[in-house]
């Protein structure tokens, strides 16, 4: 008995473990660190997002019972409609709701701690989840084998989702020009990349899929990684820390970019399965 309970909290370190370390190394890329209490406000709400996406799960997956779908178009719609839009979507309203009125958010930096501590928020979760089934379903083996799988895939993933939310995000905050179209790619552009990668896992079509998923990551994870590069040296080059000009976007905005995302996204899974079907 008591071996068991112990084994379930070193597989719960386990799988947060992940989350931990991408965290603290992106909080320390950033020269003017955030408050850490904000920052692990941040990751609770992302961590919190699991509700609100429980409850939409059943009415998406109702969606999809209503029509007639091929198999490669349902592994479609899954991916990037129940799984990366509404994860993604939750997230955005965490940085767009809580986050960007924050007196601290104030630079072009910040954008890219608090998407990602967003994102990893829910990746907890989600990993600890996915870690704990194993363990109770099929043992210490298959427990430890889905968490090592997952620390180099879906939470890293997450991760990425988050720094480019930022990416864009703080262009749409921070930068006048482009401003709307900045707002509508910081949601977009991490829901089309959240589902190529659930899409590439889930579809028959690829027969050779784990190594498509590592040269997704790893082309983005290196785009990340001059992302940083770019924002720490603007830091330095400016010497102390500096107010940029926010401009927070409006409320018709923020539904539009979250209408016009989910649009996107059902309407192609439509066109698919008229295609193929």
């Known amino acids: 008995m008591f071996g068991s309970q112990q084994a379930l909290i070193n597989f719960s370190v386990f799988s947060i473990l992940p989350v931990i ?3 603290f190394y992106v909080y320390k890329r950033d020269k003017f660190p955030e408050p850490p209490r904000t920052v692990f406000i941040t990751l609770l709400l992302g961590f919190g ?11 998406v997956e ?40 924050l007196d601290k958010f104030d630079e072009p930096m910040d954008a890219l701690v608090y998407g990602v501590a967003a994102s990893l928020g829910f990746a907890a979760y989600e990993n600890w989840q996915y870690v704990i089934v194993a363990f109770g379903n099929e043992g210490s083996e298959s427990a430890s084998a889905v968490a090592w799988i997952r620390a180099f895939t879906a939470v890293p ?11 864009f ?11 709307k179209l900045n707002l509508f790619l910081s949601l977009f552009f991490p829901i ?10 889930m579809s028959e079509s690829f ?19 001059f992302i940083f590069k770019k924002e720490r040296k603007l830091q330095i080059e400016r010497g102390v820390e500096s107010g940029h ?15 016009t995302s989910g649009f996107l996204v059902i309407a192609s899974s439509y066109l698919l399965n008229q295609y193929l079907y």
């Open 21 to 23: 370390i991408i965290l």
């Open 49 to 59: 997002i699991t509700l609100p996406i429980g409850l939409l799960i059943p009415v």
């Open 62 to 101: 109702g969606f999809i019972e209503d029509f007639t779908w091929g198999v490669e178009s349902r592994h479609f719609y899954q991916a990037f409609v129940r799984a990366a839009f509404l994860e993604e979507t939750m997230k955005f309203l965490v940085i767009i709701i809580y986050c960007l009125h």
């Open 157 to 167: 993933l997450h991760a990425l989702c988050g720094i480019f939310m930022g990416f």
């Open 169 to 179: 995000l703080m262009d749409a905050i921070f930068d006048k020009e482009h401003a």
């Open 192 to 201: 089309c990349l959240h589902g190529l990668y659930n899409y590439l896992i």
């Open 207 to 225: 027969a050779i899929k784990n190594y498509w998923i590592f040269i997704l990551l790893g082309i983005f994870i290196i785009r990340a990684y």
């Open 245 to 259: 000009m926010k401009v927070l976007p409006i409320t018709k905005d923020i539904i539009l970019t979250i209408i």
